[in-house]
């Protein structure tokens, strides 16, 4: 069963900075799409930013400048580095893995983790 796994959320005061990780298997890490979502309460989940396996970025106009998706194939983790945060961070993160377009095949998520920017 593929399992994504999520860690780095928790409390953080506004200005602050956290990083959240996101652990894949080889098969799905090598392959998809790697993405972060969020959910505030009473809200849609939206997109945070994107990463393909060649590197290309993708970040929603609300955290361009303040938030860096990145790669590391070695340990098969994508991370997002928030910093500057503001209490309209605060939401329910998810981990995502998007398949390629040409590919027949489901988006497998994280559990979620929680991040709340409060003082």
């Known amino acids: 069963q593929v399992q994504l796994v999520e860690s780095g959320g928790g409390l953080v005061q506004p200005g602050g900075s956290l990083r959240l990780s996101c652990a894949a298997p080889?098969?799905?890490?090598?392959?998809?799409?790697m993405g972060w979502y969020r959910q505030a309460p009473g809200n849609q989940r939206e997109l945070v930013a994107t990463?393909?396996?060649?590197?290309?970025?993708n970040y929603a106009g609300s955290v361009k400048g303040r938030f860096t998706i990145s790669r590391d194939a070695t340990n098969r983790t994508v991370y997002l580095q928030m910093n500057s945060l503001s209490p309209e961070d605060t939401a329910v993160y998810y981990c995502?893995?998007?398949?390629?377009?040409?590919?027949?095949?489901?988006?497998?998520w994280g559990q979620g983790t929680q991040v709340t920017v409060s003082s």
């Open positions: 990463i393909s396996v060649g590197g290309s970025r």
């Open positions: 080889s098969s799905i890490f090598n392959v998809y799409v």
């Open positions: 995502k893995a998007e398949p390629p377009s040409t590919f027949w095949s489901s988006s497998y």
